[in-house]
T-cell receptor, first 113, second 111 residues
């Protein structure tokens, strides 16, 4: 988890409220990713970024938006949280898009009631 | 969509035994990676094997790749209780830009 922090680590919110999760890195890696992890599904990519202001969709992007205004920060926003977005969210970083390993943050457990 | 599928879903062994986990995938790949996840933690990269490699070692880990069968195996030798974790394979498909994870194998090593 060194070099990557996520905040908050735990959050409980109500259906319909906006939620923003933050990922912060100190490694100066170009690529950043948001995944969600659910039982029976493994990790699924939500969005990723390949540079400041450069982002693209992953496998399960509906209901999520992202922003990256600085190299070190990647924000994931749920505009109107739903119970199906209850999950553990992981941020990851990498030097290269697919040739090198990804380094993961400690995760954020989000519960939408 | 899931690219890699690990087998078995769960594995329980005694300390000192070897643990073997398998991963099958569907399309051509650039590389295949194995990750470990301890309970309540993020994933940790273990090893990467490229599509032109057949075997790779790292400490007590041995990974093989058979592109003709679209499968890989992870062998942990002389397992320890600290190896208890979930293990995931992840693949980068040819022509794709994304790493796709399998659902994982939950390994329990009993002391």
């Amino acid at each position: 988890d060194a070099g990557i922090t996520q905040s908050p680590r735990h959050k409980v919110t109500e259906t319909g409220t906006p939620v923003t999760l933050r990922c912060h890195q100190t490694e100066n890696h170009r690529y950043m990713y948001w995944y969600r992890q659910d039982p029976g599904h493994g990790l699924r990519l939500i969005h990723y970024s390949y540079g400041v202001k450069d982002t693209d969709k992953g496998e399960v992007s509906d209901g999520y938006s992202v922003s990256r205004s600085k190299t070190e920060d990647f924000l994931l926003t749920l505009e109107s949280a739903t119970s199906s977005q209850t999950s553990v969210y992981f941020c990851a970083i990498s030097e290269s898009l697919n040739s090198y390993e990804q380094y993961f943050g400690p995760g954020t457990r989000l519960t939408v009631t | 969509s899931q690219q890699g599928e690990e087998d078995p879903q769960a594995l329980s062994i005694q300390e000192g035994e070897n643990a073997t986990m398998n991963c099958s995938y569907k399309t051509s790949i650039n590389n295949l990676q194995w990750y470990r996840q301890n309970s309540g933690r993020g994933l940790v990269h273990l090893i990467l094997i490229r599509s032109n490699e057949r075997e790779k070692h790292s400490g007590r880990l041995r990974v093989t790749l058979d592109t003709s069968k679209k499968s890989s195996s992870l062998l942990i030798t002389a397992s320890r209780a600290a190896d208890t974790a979930s293990y995931f394979c992840a693949t980068v498909q040819g022509g794709s830009e994304k790493l796709v994870f399998g659902k994982g194998t939950k390994l329990t090593v009993n002391p």
